[in-house]
């Protein structure tokens, strides 16, 4: 239900899957004069391109985006604004295979539960393709957030059993290996254990880091639509990610109240700081001002050479070696979809904090006319 | 924005605050023919009652449930039913500490800045008081869910550094002791823990892990509306709740596509069987009829009577020791809270999953007439 | 479905029934810093009371609000403003006549189809007393505009054949008369009309209508919200309400495109404005500025004494005569739940507007910081 | 804000403008196994065509639909249906004119003031072509309802001055005169008014009915999701509809309710029939099994040759007379969207009619299972 569209008053809808003619994305609700180029869209696309390294498959995607509406001399005009994708890596293979068999820890079971029957081809709406539309959102998103000068930064913090140190962190080195991982000691270890797990036909999981500075301290709410929960929910919406937390999230098991409240004090300045920032940025659902600091953990790529039990439609028990090459860790490509819907939410929940105080609504209608 | 209200096809809206004159809820889309009984609904909130134990605050709330609208003859009539709690303990304290500072790990700071003051007395809205709604709605969610044959079990994992050991599990011991453990012994050793932390005026974070039983394989969507993202939103909306996963959670960081893919198999009885379930219960967004397992990382409660640094509105850095008694920690009356989170999760999911199919819709309507 | 809330941004939800315990409203969204009391909301409620002239059922309905949350020292607080009405005249009476037959006019079957069984008592939930919520959440609503200096007035524009005439308006005579009109002589030809409508122990229709004054000149969207849209489906949520329409309404069927066109000219101040005022002060689904202008059919009290043919559930034909003094129309008591569902529906608008520029988004966030 | 989705359940989410690359809908909620090739959705695009009588315009607009995603072998598959529409009347024109003035009758005004400037160019988003993506929608949800054996017809009934008379229906007429007319006679009046408007390069206005059958007695809401409020919402949402009415509409401002209540009768065989349907088919705002009766008041093309009085945005009073040919007369055109949004709203309702009785919530999972 409501599926396929994300967002209330900027709000995004989705469609598309691996085999059709191609995916895409309507953003509904982009505030009028922003600029708007395809180049914009196409940065973040190709962040999340296969093809880019030896860890990531071959195949050859070029998914190139093309804006079909809601610009009108490179700004966008307040409607909505229609991007897609065209597919091109259709030729026909041969999917009798997965068609008749449930492939483990991929969505064919419960697709067809679901729905009764399932389009088989290349994953169909389960594929990775499916977030190429909240990647292209999501650059729209990212360019609003940057006028209002809130900046986000996504990485790769761990593959496997390499975790990369806080010690040695360089934001700079982020785009410098294909990992994109800020500590080169630990991407070097990393593409190792990688190469490893592709000759044992075998995949790894890895922990994605993501970290928003300088966001307004009022946005989210007090209840049900904390901005936390609206993070946890926007990024356990994506494919593969089983786990979501924020700040010192589950080491607060074993923390102490002592240890985990962050104490305030006035600076030199006499402006009001947090000494530590335990909560990460969020106090009872509501952003601080402090950095948002969130982290999602994300599971092996599902789709392995390596021989699995499982079984077919026709009630046997079966082995299955998925042919074709596949990534061997979906976290690299996965940076950049956290960071997208880490920016839609954080665009929606501002938008949404614009109405807390009626002083502020007086001041702006007032402005208004 | 949006912020009480939770859900879509069964829709709760909360309100109330610490001191106002009580606190409730609203349940709309509640199915007609429901029978329902104000104890039904006290039964849950004497779940989240304090002053049961040494570990959580002495004072006294009665907190007695009062239905004032969607009843008829015992059964729920598919009209909005309103449930309420009066406040009792409203008593006049001094409050001007809170008043003019900010406490650390609280919500004061967030709550001035979005809404421009707050309402100090015994943390307003931001208060542990706002979860009585929840509760109330979820004791209705789950004796849907009971109709439908789901069950939801909800324990203390861990506090602090003691964790509830897998092989002596026994869900018995669940409402044996006042922490809520299923493991008798580490009930014991959490105890002594708690008792450490009270006496140095501290306090304790925890993990609380939930299961569901008997779910139906078809609910949840695969894109945005995942039901695993709109569990998280759900715990994550939790005061105090940090961290969320499902199945293993962050250990897919460091797992394999071999270790964490659950291998399908057909039974003797020819049904057909996930041999593991590394995956909670949820594939693609989907339920897939085996038990859905997540976990809530709570933090330390935030009030303490320990020293703790801070500021005050007239531009000082002041000292403060927080008066008053305390839970030493949220966990133990928080894992009623999560159980009805859930359930209102699952129910409206449930809901949201009926339209999936048209021969269904056609066989739903042809009985209909 | 979400039948008892309505609004996004400034949303409410009511409950209640004739004779539950009360009926009530959560107010949520509201701002924070709006002056309120609870006699901001009686008053509003005292013009939907019964019982107030001769046309209108005698019953005793005193309808005090009491304000249960969000609001500290006179303003609200910007979380849920809970508000209730308990029923006083819940003392038995013998409905075993209404719970066995279907009212002609009425939901009895309706409802009866979609829930199986119904609260038959005063009408349940399809009571008039459903409207208690919006009105009381209406005058907060109105507050908000007037605090925006947008202005409602709403009246009786027609009661059975008896119509106001334009040329004999005087606002100043709506609330100087108990039908709520603002033409003197149609009141009192109109207080005759109903007097044999009594007589014959029948009842009679009328129509609403509604100016709304300076309202902002950007609030609606281009596509299915447009504000007309809206308001519509607000004003057609009421009971009773059989038609909407907008400017000049129903008679553009039968206009030209030079006669229905608002021709635009600079004054000699050199401001826009409007020569005419066809299309009701909205164009493309957004407010120009001008007035906008709106009407409701009102159908007559289904509840009447004389003779009426229906069925009973024994499979019978049945003839009915209603018992109980019921009011002779329901349009002078419609007047502020008009008002109130109009005021409503600007808040939550005007509110939606707030995001449709990028440089007012700009200008609002450097403000805030 | 929220502006192009439409639905809860069955949504929809149109874009595009008048000179883009095309316009398009997405469809989400649809369930899975519905038949659908494009030869459906094409069948309503054709009804809503231009240059297809005397009436309408010249201009040549082929608007053929291509199906993106959502189908697999002739099947719906529950996941996103994306359509699109390539514009093909892009070449460049002079809009100078329309770029600097303010038409009368148009959004030009309000669009500026909303969001500070405009795409121009044929309307832009307030474009005749915004319908597109509606009709392409309603032609899924119209082969839905087939399937519930819910039929629908919609059909002009009155051109300015020219009213089809009821008895003279003939339904199999409708389709065989170019203004959807079932009045043959009336059809041949109504062409030559419109003839003479076209001389005086003036334009018409008219009224547009709706008759659903077999709908099941259950849809709706008894508060604000009231059957007739979402079709209000749904018909006052096309552009160029000014009024709205169920049943008897504004007539019943005149009614009694002796003349207006719907007495109920059981027929010779012991079914309930209501002797008159003066309600329209909803009582208390849900379906009562009777015809749904709706209409719609629309206004006439404010695109008129004749000379306008209007302003520039250079502070100037001007005269405007608008080029190029423009239909006559809205109304044919706009039967199939009224017809479109009525079935999007009936199955979007009727989804969320299915969790009404706990008996039906277990049957369903039940027989799921």
Sequence with gaps: ??????????????????????????????????????????????????????????????????????????????????????????????????????????????????????????????????????????????????????????????????KCKKEAFDFSNIHKNPLYMPDMKAAELAGQYLSDCMKQKNSSGGIIECVVHNMPANAGDPSFEKLNANL??????????????????????????????????????????????????ILGGISDGSDIILRAAVKPTPSIGASQQTVNKKGENVTINIKGRHDPVIVPRAVVVVESMVALTLVDMLMGSMTSRMDKLIQFFKTDK
Aim: glycine letters at 14%.
């Design 1 to 162: 239900m409501f599926g396929s569209t994300y967002g209330n008053l900027f709000r995004i809808t989705t469609w598309g899957e691996s085999h059709g003619k191609g995916v895409g994305v309507v953003v509904d609700g982009c505030p009028a004069g922003l600029p708007l180029w395809e180049e914009d869209i196409q940065k973040f696309l190709d962040r999340r391109k296969p093809g880019q390294s030896q860890y990531a498959t071959p195949r050859k995607e070029e998914d190139t985006v093309e804006i079909l509406s809601g610009i009108f001399e490179g700004q966008t005009t307040g409607t909505p604004i229609s991007m897609m994708v065209h597919n091109k890596d259709q030729h026909s293979k041969d999917y009798s295979e997965i068609a008749s068999v449930f492939r483990p820890g991929h969505a064919d079971f419960t697709y067809d539960q679901k729905y009764g029957f399932r389009d088989y081809r290349g994953g169909g709406r389960a594929s990775g393709r499916e977030t190429i539309g909240r990647v292209a959102a999501g650059a729209v998103a990212v360019k609003i957030l940057e006028q209002l000068h809130v900046s986000i930064r996504t990485y790769t913090l761990s593959i496997g059993p390499v």
């Design 232 to 281: 946890g929910k926007a990024v356990l919406s994506i494919g593969a990610v089983k786990g979501f937390e924020l700040g010192d999230g589950f080491r607060v098991g074993e923390a102490t109240g002592l240890s985990n409240n962050d104490p305030y004090r006035y600076d030199e300045n006499g402006k009001l700081i947090k000494v530590s920032n335990h909560s990460g940025g």
